[in-house]
């Protein structure tokens, strides 16, 4: 069964914290990306990822970060959290033209 | 650039009423994928349907069905006979084929319908 597993679930973390939220899948696949979900503005793409090493900005990567190190895991590092970071954050998977989400994680920075 | 658009923001109804979520897409290529997700309280995306850009057959599961309309770059969904469980917040999103550059999801605001026993 494919799947995406994303840690944590839920976070509260203080401005200028560093913090890194993991990403791992288990279908082999290149494409993966980071959404945020912010009320109104429906889920919006951070950064994706095509394969190992490759890795490029999607619509809103301001104050984050991103690795692929190997095409399992693919963490989203957040240097110094500020305020407007908190957000709900999804890891997805898109092999081909499907779509395969990870559980989301609640961050609130305080 | 895509953009899905899900003008109604939130829908309230008594259970066993109808309620239809309206998603207009646009998008200048000709092979593209629609899906609709369901997000309940909890927090997580609950794969409802993907749809591709080829196929304009409505499709109906349960009390969900879909209306696809490419003349009108529109994939409606409807909740027939609402209950209390229905009430989420409810995506629709858009992404190319077969395969381009990030993969990249493109979603509507959402929509949140509230049932009411």
């Known amino acids: 069964e494919a799947q995406v597993t994303q840690n944590p679930r839920y976070l509260i973390t203080v401005t200028g914290k560093k913090l890194t939220v993991t990403c791992s899948q288990n279908m082999n696949h290149e494409y993966m990306s980071w959404y945020r979900q912010d009320p109104g503005l429906g889920l919006r793409q951070i950064y994706y990822?095509?394969?190992?090493?490759?890795?490029d900005k999607g619509d809103v990567p301001e104050g984050y970060k991103v690795s692929r190190k190997e095409k399992r895991n693919f963490p989203l590092i957040l240097e110094s959290p500020s305020p407007n970071q908190t957000s709900l954050y999804f890891c997805?998977?898109?092999?081909?033209?499907?779509?395969?989400f990870g559980q989301g994680t609640r961050l609130t920075v305080v | 650039a895509q953009k899905v658009t899900q003008a109604q923001t939130e829908i309230s109804v008594v259970e066993k009423e109808d309620v239809t979520l309206d998603c207009v897409y646009e998008t200048r290529d000709t092979t593209y994928y629609l899906f609709w997700y369901k997000q309940p309280p909890s927090g997580e995306l609950v794969f409802l349907i993907r749809?591709?850009?080829?196929?304009?057959q409505n499709e109906i599961s349960g009390r969900y069905s879909w209306n696809f309309q490419k003349s009108t770059s529109s994939f409606n969904f409807t909740i027939t006979a609402s209950q209390v469980v229905d009430s989420a917040v409810y995506f629709c999103a858009l992404i190319l084929g077969p395969v381009a550059a990030g993969n990249k999801l493109t979603f509507g605001g959402g929509t949140r319908v509230l049932v009411k026993p």
């Open positions: 997805v998977g898109t092999p081909n033209t499907e779509a395969f």
């Open positions: 990822s095509m394969n190992v090493e490759v890795t």
């Open positions: 749809r591709n850009s080829f196929d304009e």
